[in-house]
């Protein structure tokens, strides 16, 4: 993947590229997004509600993503209308509102310039093939990223809290 700094000078097929490739090393290595969020959480001790709502916004944007490319997929097929610009404008406005949210809540400064560029690109995505393409790249990443997010809350003692209390006290 190139450097988060060097994000800027990439295509949208490059970009893809670099998406995939970064998915690929998630799956093995924790991101620094998550290492910060981590830090801070131990440092302040209160973070779940934050973990919550970026877990929420990776599934509910690889969701939106999943939809958008199976549009472009069957446009492409003729079976349903589509059209590159149409969908990467969606897109696009899409990347801004998530990078937002990124920041605002999580202050994750990888995700939020992936995000950010990925806006970027899509707005220069003039066909269905690099649309798909550039919008795979970034459904992988987020779903790759959604596992790390996972992997930091606490679920067994969420369900001790929510099952438990009930189990202790049933007669």
């Known amino acids: 993947m190139a450097t988060i700094e060097r994000l800027s000078s ?22 620094q997004d998550i290492e910060r969020l981590c830090a801070r959480k131990l440092d302040t001790g ?8 970026v877990m929420g916004y990776c599934m509910n944007f690889s969701d939106q993503i999943c939809v958008l490319r199976t549009q472009a997929e069957a446009a492409e097929r003729g079976e349903e209308p589509g059209d590159a610009a149409t969908l990467a404008r969606s897109m696009q406005r899409l990347c801004v509102w998530y990078s937002g949210q990124f920041d605002t809540t999580a202050k994750m400064d990888d995700a939020v310039a992936i995000l950010a560029r990925a806006g970027e690109c899509f707005g220069d995505v003039c066909d269905l093939a690099t649309f798909r393409d550039l919008a795979r790249g970034l459904e992988r990443y987020l779903v790759q990223l959604m596992f790390w997010v996972d992997r930091q809350i606490p679920w067994s003692a969420v369900s001790d809290l929510v099952h438990g209390y009930r189990l202790r006290t049933a007669k």
């Open 46 to 53: 209160r973070e779940f509600a934050v973990w919550e709502y």
């Open 10 to 31: 990439l295509t949208a097929s490059e970009l893809a590229a670099a998406l995939r490739d970064l998915a690929d090393d998630m799956v093995c290595n924790e991101p």
